[in-house]
């Protein structure tokens, strides 16, 4: 019986405190935001209004609140794991690092607990050093899940923003690999396709019985020099070809 009025009398003391967390809200995030803004540790929070600082920080004060008057909701820790993804969400395009983000909701717990935990016990008689302890504990763990799960949402969200880059700049490597194909093989194309002719009008003429000693001597340099261009063509091509592919050119 003893217990049962002992469960009751505490039951009632935290369904206070959560009635007194709801009264104060607006105070109490403006607690919030001011230990956030104080500390230069989040240089981030400088470029926010107070509108994008207090992102879904209503929210979870709310549901802090609730979880106070009925600590075993399991709706309600539903509702604030995700408000805390949101939060981290909204924090990443903010630009926020993952350190300020961690940092600014320990600030938070830090200054809920300090203050508020401490401002209702004063008026409330009630609400004994065992129901204190009580009440640190749902707090904590309250807050413990929103940094889970915030920072769980951010670093989400940057792997999903590494993999974009990385899939951005293998489609940007791809249309360069192919532009440099297109124009190795269009200079190929203009630098050989003259000599084949060439090739073929010397071999014909070699075969010519009638042609004097001279004339097949005359034959058989142009021949030598025109292979000799189609090698340095050869040597050209793959200087090209190297230095577009970034790589080093021997001698």
């Given at each position: 019986m003893t217990r049962s009025i002992e469960t009751k009398s505490?039951?009632?003391c935290f369904a206070g405190f959560g009635d007194f967390v709801l009264s104060h809200r607006e105070e109490i995030l403006q607690s919030w935001i001011s230990a956030v803004d104080r500390d230069p540790k989040i240089s981030t929070s400088d470029n926010l209004t107070h509108t994008q600082l207090l992102d879904h920080l209503p929210e979870l004060c709310t549901e802090l609140a609730a979880l106070l008057n009925n600590p075993d909701a399991d709706a309600i820790k539903r509702e604030a794991k995700r408000d805390a993804k949101?939060?981290?969400w909204k924090r990443w395009r903010q630009g926020y690092k993952l350190d300020e983000l961690?940092?600014?909701?320990?600030?938070?717990?830090?200054?809920?607990?300090e203050t508020s935990l401490g401002a209702f016990a004063t008026i409330n008689p009630e609400f004994d050093i065992n129901a204190q302890n009580r009440a640190r504990q749902i707090v904590e763990r309250f807050f413990d899940d929103v940094i889970?799960?915030?920072?769980?949402?951010?670093?989400?969200e940057h792997q999903q923003a590494v993999r974009r880059v990385n899939a951005r700049r293998?489609?940007?490597?791809?249309?360069?690999?192919?532009?440099?194909a297109e124009f190795i093989q269009a200079i190929s194309h203009q630098?050989?396709?003259?000599?084949?002719p060439?090739?073929?009008?010397?071999?014909?003429?070699?075969?010519d019985e009638s042609l004097s000693a001279r004339g097949l001597e005359m034959?058989?340099?142009?021949?030598?020099?025109l292979k000799a261009e189609a090698r340095a063509i050869e040597d050209l091509l793959s200087f090209v070809q190297s230095r577009l592919n970034g790589r080093p050119i021997r001698d």
């Open positions: 505490a039951s009632s949101a939060h981290g961690i940092r600014e909701i320990c600030l938070i717990r830090r200054d809920f607990i889970i799960e915030a920072t769980v949402q951010f670093v989400l293998r489609a940007e490597k791809k249309l360069r690999a192919a532009a440099k630098l050989r396709e003259p000599l084949g060439v090739f073929l009008t010397l071999d014909v003429l070699l075969q034959i058989q340099l142009l021949q030598r020099n």
